[in-house]
């Protein structure tokens, strides 16, 4: 059974910083694109970082592009994701995802992650 597991959510205030991680058991990924979404209360998921599986491109959606960094160890199976001056704007339920292609969409992924919560005070 294939399982991304998401950690290192939480609350932070405005201005701070916060790592997410993400963990896959059950397959390996290390073809795969691994990437982060996420989606605020009455909006749809959106899409936040990607990067393919070797480590040759990294895309950022723009509200997070010079703040938030996307890694990957593949020898662990683990993505990351490194949010720094935090905005009450990301805050948001975080869900990790892996497939096939680099893409941007919601539909080009096949494993989703549970989810983590980010809350930024203002």
């Known amino acids: 059974q294939v399982q991304l597991v998401e950690s290192g959510g939480g609350l932070v205030q405005a201005g701070g910083s916060l790592r997410l991680s993400c963990a896959a058991s059950?397959?390996?990924?290390?073809?795969?694109?691994w990437a982060w979404f996420r989606q605020a209360p009455g909006k749809e998921r959106e899409f936040v970082a990607v990067i393919n599986w070797a480590l040759s491109n990294r895309y950022y959606a723009d509200s997070v592009k010079g703040r938030f960094t996307i890694s990957r160890d593949n020898a662990k199976n683990t993505v990351a994701l490194q949010m720094n001056s935090l905005v009450p704007e990301d805050t948001a339920v975080y869900y990790c995802?892996?497939?096939?292609?680099?893409?941007?969409?919601?539909?080009?992924?096949?494993?989703w992650g549970q989810g983590t919560q980010v809350t930024v005070s203002s």
């Open positions: 059950g397959s390996t990924f290390r073809r795969s694109a």
């Open positions: 995802a892996a497939g096939m292609v680099t893409g941007l969409r919601v539909s080009e992924y096949d494993y």
